[in-house]
């Protein structure tokens, strides 16, 4: 779960499903209040399809938005797509009620918007493969470990200073991430500044990826997530074909998910 969406995976029997996580839009606990107005999921969904993906498979400057040393960030071939999905109300209030158990007490400002009627339908990129997984036991203590890794890296992009006022010259030297950091703590949202900088991340330097490892380390905050636990063979998934995924969820293969289980 984050700030404006929730995220949920199948686990029903329905094949075609299998490897799938629905991205479902949040509004305000408050119908009266204004003070939370996310874009509807399917502009995010234009927004990845007519200007992100575009502009990375091209990877020159002027298609870049303007990054300060033009470099090519990541391969077209890493962004996924997914497929809009549609969904019903009693679906989505029947979710809504499974999900409000395990959620955090500091997202019940916000639930699930079940006046939606579109989800997002994306490849759940933490399944193993079953190779790795099967061990021919029924000992819980001899299942496989799984060890799962997330970071979300935030964006390292610096705007040319062409494209940046005077007064916001700052903007071309220090991430967003880490400006946002000052605003976060200003407004008690983090106990502490993190040292992480997606900068360092990205900058292809050895010592400065491995800071920024250790920086997520030790102020993770919500983009660094480490899992561990055991797998039992029967209940083994495995990973979908993204592109597969993609073209099954477009060709009419999520029309059923307002029945599925989730």
Known sequence: EGAMNIVVAYCGADARLHGSVLRLRKRSADRCADDFAPAPI???YAFLRDEVEP???CGCRTCS?????????????????????????????ELSRACAPHRPAARANRVLDTASRRGWLLPDLSYIPPALLGCGTTSPARHPLVLSVEIKPKSCVLPRPALVRPQHAIKTRVSRFQMMQTTKLQTGKVPR???YDPLDLFSSQQKLVEKALA????????????RAWRVPPPHARARCDLRGQTEAAENGATEDWSQADA
Do not use: I
């Not at 040393?69 to 997914?82: N, T």
């Not at 920086?215 to 480490?226: A, I």
């Open 55 to 57: 502009r990375v498979a």
């Open 193 to 195: 500044v993190s040292r």
């Open 215 to 226: 920086d997520l380390l030790d102020q993770p905050q919500n983009n660094l997530y480490l």
């Open 42 to 44: 399917e502009e995010s």
């Open 65 to 93: 938005g303007g990054v300060a040393d033009g470099a090519r960030l990541c391969s077209s071939e890493l962004l996924v797509r997914g497929a809009l999905v549609e969904v019903a109300e009693p679906f989505l209030c």
